[in-house]
């Protein structure tokens, strides 16, 4: 019939259907992102606290303080191409490292929250 309604469009169609579309031709080249390997470079003020004070620092900003250790590098430490880590001693890292910066001990724990934060794990070659 032809007196019934309709159904209008939702404001997201709308939207799509006016916007232009991508010119394959002036898209970028590959890489889209810029990496800076910053692997190799020393830091200048090794003391300055990541966090803000008086905040307890997230589990990031402690990683990143055990993998800065270099009295830890039999324990822990970054891979020669400073993208990644790798924990040498698990076991040592469960007794002394996780208490002293996490307030627990257990390994699982930890590797729940190298999980939740989107590390993945990898398999490792000899040499590395």
């Known amino acids: 019939k032809a007196?019934?309604?309709?159904?209008?469009?939702?404001?997201a169609n709308r939207a799509c259907k006016s916007k232009k579309s991508i010119d394959p031709q002036n898209i970028a080249p590959a890489p889209y992102f810029h990496y800076t390997d910053r692997s190799r470079e020393?830091?200048?003020?090794?003391l300055t606290p990541l966090a803000p004070p008086y905040r307890i620092p997230n589990f990031l900003v402690k990683l990143f303080c055990i993998l800065s250790r270099d009295d830890l590098r039999h324990i822990i430490k970054w891979l020669p191409h400073g993208r990644s880590w790798r924990i040498i001693d698990p076991v040592e890292f469960e007794m002394s490292v996780i208490p002293t910066y996490f307030g627990h001990s257990s390994m699982?724990?930890?590797l729940r929250q190298v999980n939740g934060w989107g590390f993945k794990r990898e398999s490792f070659r000899r040499g590395l």
């Open 3 to 11: 007196d019934q309604m309709q159904p209008k469009p939702s404001k």
């Open 108 to 110: 699982n724990s930890f």
């Open 42 to 46: 020393v830091d200048e003020d090794p």
